[in-house]
């Protein structure tokens, strides 16, 4: 069965600082993973995919991500962070070509001014 | 381009009434159509998707059932509402093909059953 992992419930990030959160991930095959931001009372937006190839995968809003195999994870970064990056963030994970997109329970970035 | 809609935005409910969560998608055809809750603003629980019109697939036994009465409606109802029922309902579609496709959601509709 597939499952998303993210350890963090909060990060807290100075504005202009880089920024991380975390996730790890298990599947039975391939791994295709996702990050998708969601801000209050509105839907998840996606931001970037893993499907193949390189493991520094670009995204949208100035977001990055790296997939490293060894450690199952799917780090989401950002060089340079704004207040208006606060928001939920979801990992997510879909095995092959199945149906079922798994999400991570989320983590809460807050950008402080 | 594709868009996607979801109606009401809010909704209140009470307890034992029956419930009509409405998911249209335009500008794509044959897409998957999912059906999300989010409780208390955090993870996300699937609760039905489809592949097809009338291909309905649960993931999770409850109050809910989902159809498919046309390829881009998505429907989402419930016969006798419970409190538990409570919660920021999304509906999500992908483009139904081989390739590894994103899911794209809709704004939600947040139900309080009171």
């Known amino acids: 069965a597939q499952s998303v992992a993210q350890p963090e419930d909060q990060v807290n990030v100075a504005e202009g600082n880089p920024l991380t959160v975390k996730c790890t991930y298990s599947?039975?095959?391939?791994?295709?993973l996702f990050w998708y931001v969601q801000y209050p009372n509105r839907g998840l937006q996606f931001l970037l995919k893993?499907?193949?190839?390189?493991?520094l995968v670009k995204g949208s809003y100035g977001f990055e991500a790296e997939f490293n195999k060894s450690q199952t994870s799917f780090h989401l970064k950002k060089p340079s962070a704004l207040v208006s990056d606060s928001a939920l963030y979801f990992c997510?994970?879909?095995?092959?070509?199945?149906?079922?997109?798994?999400f991570g329970p989320g983590t809460r970035l807050s950008v402080l001014p | 381009s594709q868009t996607i809609h979801q109606w009401p935005a809010t909704l209140v409910q009470p307890v034992g009434s029956p419930l009509s969560l409405e998911c249209t998608v335009e500008?794509?055809?044959?897409?998957?159509l999912y059906w999300y809750r989010q409780a208390a603003g955090r993870g996300l629980q699937l609760l039905f998707y489809s592949v097809g019109i009338g291909q309905i697939s649960s993931e999770v036994p409850q109050n809910l059932s989902a159809s498919r009465p046309q390829d881009r409606q998505f429907i989402l109802s419930s016969k006798k509402l419970l409190l538990s029922d409570s919660g920021f309902y999304l509906c999500?579609?992908?483009?139904?093909?081989?390739?590894?496709?994103?899911?794209?959601f809709g704004n939600g509709t947040r139900l309080t059953v009171t």
């Open positions: 999500a579609w992908s483009v139904r093909d081989r390739a590894v496709r994103a899911l794209h």
């Open positions: 893993y499907i193949t190839g390189d493991n």
């Open positions: 500008g794509t055809s044959n897409p998957n």
């Open positions: 997510a994970v879909r095995d092959g070509y199945g149906q079922n997109f798994v």
């Open positions: 599947v039975s095959g391939n791994p295709y």
